[in-house]
């Protein structure tokens, strides 16, 4: 199975290397992905928007011979459902990394712009519980190599327009919520549970770590993503 790796802000392709491998091992075909205008300067990234993120996971699905496997972490997630939306006949299975399905019309986040794009703005402006397994030199080694957002992409409203990405089956990897934690937050926040429970296959599986589980407990998100794709 071709397992298609979305990472999410600030994040390139290579923010997938510790859980590649055991998806290898396993017999899938991983395919990281480094988004569009990530890392480049406003004169060349400002003319990116959310949509351009959403094409590259879509012309990564149509180059599959076969159905597909979506992963997307954190703000990858609303990516990959824009894709979902765009081949829901193509796509086997939609996993979130502590991250949840949007409702259309959200965007991922709000951050500030530096020089007309958005760097990472440090690891002191996450919350705690999202950081506290993230030790001194995992955070050093990961900030150093974070690259800037182009400016649109964390704010552009996703589109979707076909309901038939709700027959999709959907596995939510959670840091350290479980599904009925899950559940009762999405039940307050509007469109966002109206999404969730439109869903027909959902499951969610508590992964025990913060935000980052790929740096955090790599071994641990590898297997869930194994036992995900089944």
């Known amino acids: 199975m071709d397992i298609i790796l979305v990472p999410g802000l600030w994040l390139d392709g290579d923010s997938w290397a510790p859980v590649v491998g055991p998806l290898h091992e396993a017999g899938h ?3 990281a992905l480094t988004m569009p205008g990530l890392g480049q300067g406003a004169a060349s990234s400002s003319g990116i928007r959310l949509q351009d993120w959403i094409d590259a996971v879509i012309d990564a699905v149509d180059r599959a011979e076969d159905e597909v496997v979506l992963v997307g972490h954190s703000g990858g997630g609303n990516v990959i459902w824009g894709a979902v939306d765009a081949r829901p ?11 949840v399905p949007p409702p259309a019309g959200s965007g991922i986040s709000e951050f500030d712009l530096v020089d007309g794009v958005i760097p990472f703005p440090g690891w002191e402006f996450f919350p705690d519980e999202e950081v506290r397994d993230l030790d001194v030199p995992t955070r050093a080694a990961t900030a150093r190599t974070a690259l800037s957002v182009p400016a649109h992409v964390p704010t552009d409203p996703i589109v979707l ?3 038939r990405r709700y027959d999709v089956p959907v596995t939510l990897l ?10 009762g937050y999405v039940a307050r926040w509007g469109a966002y549970g109206d999404e969730y429970r439109k869903i ?3 499951e969610v599986v508590r992964i025990g770590s913060g935000h980052w589980p ?3 407990v790599p071994e641990r998100l590898a297997e869930l993503l194994v036992a995900a794709v089944r």
Do not use: W, Y
Request: net charge negative; aromatic share 6%.
């Open 29 to 31: 075909t991983p395919v």
């Open 89 to 99: 006949d193509r796509v086997a299975r939609a996993v979130f990394v502590d991250s």
């Open 161 to 163: 327009s076909d309901e």
């Open 174 to 183: 959670m840091g350290s919520l479980t599904q009925n934690e899950v559940e």
């Open 200 to 202: 027909r296959d959902v």
């Open 214 to 216: 790929q740096f955090s």
